[in-house]
T-cell receptor
Framework: GAGVSQSPSNKVTEKGKDVELRCDPI?????LYWYRQSLGQGLEFLIY????????KSGLPSDRFSAERTGGSVSTLTIQRTQQEDSAVYLC??????????????FGPGTRLTVT | GDSVTQMEGPVTLSEEAFLTINCTYT??????LFWYVQYPGEGLQLLLK?????DKGSNKGFEATYRKETTSFHLEKGSVQVSDSAVYFC??????????FGAGTRLFVKA
Protein backbone atom coordinates (compact mmCIF):
# COMPACT_ATOMS: atom_id res chain seq x y z
CA GLY A 1 0.00 0.00 0.00
CA ALA A 2 0.93 3.66 -0.10
CA GLY A 3 3.51 4.96 2.31
CA VAL A 4 3.53 8.17 4.29
CA SER A 5 3.19 11.17 2.02
CA GLN A 6 3.98 14.80 2.74
CA SER A 7 3.24 18.00 0.90
CA PRO A 8 4.64 20.22 -0.34
CA SER A 9 8.00 18.59 -0.95
CA ASN A 10 9.66 22.00 -1.00
CA LYS A 11 8.48 25.32 0.36
CA VAL A 12 10.21 28.66 0.13
CA THR A 13 8.65 31.44 2.16
CA GLU A 14 9.48 34.92 3.30
CA LYS A 15 10.29 35.65 6.90
CA GLY A 16 7.14 36.51 8.82
CA LYS A 17 4.75 34.48 6.67
CA ASP A 18 2.75 31.52 7.92
CA VAL A 19 3.20 28.05 6.42
CA GLU A 20 1.24 24.81 6.59
CA LEU A 21 2.85 21.43 6.10
CA ARG A 22 0.73 18.37 5.47
CA CYS A 23 1.21 14.71 6.32
CA ASP A 24 -0.86 11.76 5.10
CA PRO A 25 0.01 8.72 7.22
CA ILE A 26 -0.29 5.10 6.20
CA UNK A 27 -3.94 4.07 6.31
CA UNK A 28 -4.82 2.52 9.64
CA UNK A 29 -1.81 3.87 11.51
CA UNK A 30 -3.06 5.40 14.74
CA UNK A 31 0.17 7.12 15.80
CA LEU A 32 1.68 10.06 13.95
CA TYR A 33 4.89 11.97 14.66
CA TRP A 34 6.49 15.17 13.46
CA TYR A 35 10.26 15.69 13.50
CA ARG A 36 12.56 18.46 12.32
CA GLN A 37 15.93 17.81 10.70
CA SER A 38 18.17 20.84 10.53
CA LEU A 39 21.34 20.89 8.44
CA GLY A 40 23.97 18.71 10.10
CA GLN A 41 21.67 17.86 12.98
CA GLY A 42 19.81 14.74 13.96
CA LEU A 43 16.07 14.48 14.00
CA GLU A 44 14.43 16.68 16.60
CA PHE A 45 11.10 15.39 17.96
CA LEU A 46 8.32 17.96 17.69
CA ILE A 47 4.98 16.34 18.52
CA TYR A 48 3.20 13.01 18.67
CA UNK A 49 -0.46 12.18 18.00
CA UNK A 50 -2.41 9.17 19.14
CA UNK A 51 -5.59 9.34 17.13
CA UNK A 52 -6.55 13.01 17.08
CA UNK A 53 -5.04 13.91 20.42
CA UNK A 54 -1.50 15.00 21.12
CA UNK A 55 -0.35 13.61 24.48
CA UNK A 56 3.19 14.85 23.93
CA LYS A 57 3.77 18.37 22.57
CA SER A 58 7.01 18.83 24.46
CA GLY A 59 9.15 19.21 21.38
CA LEU A 60 7.39 22.17 19.81
CA PRO A 61 10.09 24.87 19.84
CA SER A 62 7.80 27.85 20.41
CA ASP A 63 4.18 28.94 20.43
CA ARG A 64 4.55 29.81 16.75
CA PHE A 65 4.37 26.07 16.07
CA SER A 66 1.10 24.15 16.25
CA ALA A 67 -0.23 20.92 14.83
CA GLU A 68 -3.55 19.21 14.47
CA ARG A 69 -4.84 15.91 13.25
CA THR A 70 -8.35 15.30 12.04
CA GLY A 71 -10.25 12.07 11.51
CA GLY A 72 -7.36 10.11 12.91
CA SER A 73 -5.62 10.58 9.59
CA VAL A 74 -4.18 13.72 7.97
CA SER A 75 -2.08 16.05 10.10
CA THR A 76 -1.09 19.64 9.51
CA LEU A 77 1.91 21.35 11.09
CA THR A 78 1.55 25.14 11.08
CA ILE A 79 4.37 27.58 11.64
CA GLN A 80 3.29 31.18 12.17
CA ARG A 81 5.48 34.21 11.54
CA THR A 82 8.29 32.07 10.17
CA GLN A 83 11.88 32.87 11.10
CA GLN A 84 15.07 31.93 9.29
CA GLU A 85 15.95 29.44 12.02
CA ASP A 86 12.80 27.50 11.07
CA SER A 87 14.51 26.45 7.83
CA ALA A 88 14.84 22.67 7.97
CA VAL A 89 13.41 19.44 6.63
CA TYR A 90 10.19 18.54 8.43
CA LEU A 91 9.59 14.80 8.61
CA CYS A 92 6.41 12.99 9.42
CA UNK A 93 6.17 9.35 10.51
CA UNK A 94 3.33 7.02 11.39
CA UNK A 95 3.06 3.73 13.20
CA UNK A 96 0.59 1.21 14.51
CA UNK A 97 -0.10 1.00 18.20
CA UNK A 98 -0.90 -2.54 19.29
CA UNK A 99 -1.79 -3.27 22.93
CA UNK A 100 0.00 -0.12 23.97
CA UNK A 101 3.18 -1.02 22.12
CA UNK A 102 4.45 1.30 19.43
CA UNK A 103 5.25 -0.43 16.16
CA UNK A 104 7.87 0.52 13.62
CA UNK A 105 7.78 4.13 12.51
CA UNK A 106 7.44 4.66 8.75
CA PHE A 107 8.75 8.00 7.55
CA GLY A 108 7.59 10.26 4.76
CA PRO A 109 10.00 11.94 2.34
CA GLY A 110 9.86 15.24 4.21
CA THR A 111 9.10 18.86 3.40
CA ARG A 112 12.13 21.09 2.89
CA LEU A 113 11.26 24.52 4.27
CA THR A 114 13.43 27.51 3.39
CA VAL A 115 12.72 30.86 5.04
CA THR A 116 14.30 33.79 3.22
CA GLY B 1 17.87 13.86 29.56
CA ASP B 2 18.16 10.98 27.16
CA SER B 3 20.64 11.44 24.33
CA VAL B 4 22.46 9.66 21.52
CA THR B 5 26.00 10.37 20.35
CA GLN B 6 27.34 8.91 17.15
CA MET B 7 30.60 9.38 15.32
CA GLU B 8 30.89 12.32 13.01
CA GLY B 9 31.15 11.72 9.32
CA PRO B 10 31.59 11.54 6.59
CA VAL B 11 33.05 8.07 6.57
CA THR B 12 34.63 7.12 3.25
CA LEU B 13 35.44 3.49 2.53
CA SER B 14 36.37 1.39 -0.45
CA GLU B 15 34.04 -1.39 -1.54
CA GLU B 16 34.42 -4.59 0.53
CA ALA B 17 35.95 -2.72 3.47
CA PHE B 18 34.79 -3.31 7.05
CA LEU B 19 32.44 -0.71 8.49
CA THR B 20 32.00 0.44 12.07
CA ILE B 21 29.87 3.43 13.03
CA ASN B 22 30.05 4.10 16.74
CA CYS B 23 26.98 4.97 18.78
CA THR B 24 26.69 5.55 22.52
CA TYR B 25 23.66 6.58 24.49
CA THR B 26 22.51 8.07 27.77
CA UNK B 27 19.14 7.00 29.10
CA UNK B 28 17.44 6.88 32.49
CA UNK B 29 15.45 3.73 31.78
CA UNK B 30 15.95 0.66 29.65
CA UNK B 31 15.72 1.91 26.08
CA UNK B 32 15.11 0.14 22.84
CA LEU B 33 17.86 0.96 20.36
CA PHE B 34 17.60 1.46 16.62
CA TRP B 35 19.61 2.15 13.52
CA TYR B 36 17.84 4.00 10.72
CA VAL B 37 19.18 4.57 7.21
CA GLN B 38 18.43 7.37 4.75
CA TYR B 39 19.46 6.56 1.18
CA PRO B 40 19.93 9.48 -1.24
CA GLY B 41 16.56 10.90 -2.26
CA GLU B 42 14.61 8.52 -0.04
CA GLY B 43 12.88 8.69 3.31
CA LEU B 44 14.27 7.42 6.57
CA GLN B 45 13.78 3.69 7.13
CA LEU B 46 14.42 1.31 9.97
CA LEU B 47 17.55 -0.81 9.41
CA LEU B 48 17.67 -2.85 12.62
CA LYS B 49 16.75 -2.74 16.27
CA UNK B 50 17.42 -4.33 19.65
CA UNK B 51 15.07 -4.12 22.60
CA UNK B 52 17.14 -5.42 25.51
CA UNK B 53 20.71 -5.85 26.67
CA UNK B 54 22.86 -8.32 24.70
CA ASP B 55 20.32 -8.49 21.88
CA LYS B 56 21.84 -8.35 18.40
CA GLY B 57 19.91 -6.67 15.63
CA SER B 58 20.76 -7.58 12.07
CA ASN B 59 19.57 -6.80 8.56
CA LYS B 60 21.11 -6.62 5.07
CA GLY B 61 24.48 -7.74 6.43
CA PHE B 62 24.52 -5.01 9.08
CA GLU B 63 24.71 -5.91 12.78
CA ALA B 64 24.60 -4.06 16.07
CA THR B 65 24.74 -5.45 19.62
CA TYR B 66 23.05 -3.75 22.57
CA ARG B 67 25.83 -3.34 25.15
CA LYS B 68 24.41 -2.10 28.44
CA GLU B 69 27.77 -2.10 30.23
CA THR B 70 29.26 0.32 27.71
CA THR B 71 25.94 1.99 26.76
CA SER B 72 26.78 1.37 23.12
CA PHE B 73 25.10 0.13 19.96
CA HIS B 74 27.80 0.22 17.30
CA LEU B 75 26.81 -0.57 13.70
CA GLU B 76 29.03 -2.99 11.78
CA LYS B 77 29.17 -4.58 8.36
CA GLY B 78 31.87 -6.93 7.17
CA SER B 79 31.97 -5.90 3.53
CA VAL B 80 30.33 -2.68 2.36
CA GLN B 81 29.00 -2.06 -1.13
CA VAL B 82 28.56 1.13 -3.11
CA SER B 83 24.82 0.76 -2.57
CA ASP B 84 25.35 1.15 1.19
CA SER B 85 26.21 4.82 0.69
CA ALA B 86 23.69 6.66 2.83
CA VAL B 87 23.24 8.52 6.11
CA TYR B 88 22.91 6.30 9.18
CA PHE B 89 21.11 7.41 12.36
CA CYS B 90 21.34 5.77 15.75
CA UNK B 91 18.27 6.24 17.94
CA UNK B 92 16.71 5.22 21.25
CA UNK B 93 13.25 5.04 22.73
CA UNK B 94 12.50 4.60 26.43
CA UNK B 95 9.01 3.32 27.04
CA UNK B 96 7.16 6.33 25.72
CA UNK B 97 6.61 7.46 22.19
CA UNK B 98 9.46 9.88 21.75
CA UNK B 99 12.41 8.57 19.76
CA UNK B 100 15.73 10.37 20.29
CA PHE B 101 18.02 10.42 17.26
CA GLY B 102 21.72 10.99 16.86
CA ALA B 103 23.06 13.54 14.41
CA GLY B 104 23.62 10.99 11.66
CA THR B 105 26.77 9.66 9.99
CA ARG B 106 27.17 9.95 6.24
CA LEU B 107 28.85 6.95 4.59
CA PHE B 108 30.44 7.10 1.14
CA VAL B 109 31.54 3.82 -0.42
CA LYS B 110 33.85 4.05 -3.44
CA ALA B 111 33.98 1.39 -6.13
Amino acid sequence: GAGVSQSPSNKVTEKGKDVELRCDPISGHTALYWYRQSLGQGLEFLIYFQGNSAPDKSGLPSDRFSAERTGGSVSTLTIQRTQQEDSAVYLCASSLLVVGVQGEQYFGPGTRLTVT
Amino acid sequence: GDSVTQMEGPVTLSEEAFLTINCTYTATGYPSLFWYVQYPGEGLQLLLKATKADDKGSNKGFEATYRKETTSFHLEKGSVQVSDSAVYFCALRTGGFKTIFGAGTRLFVKA
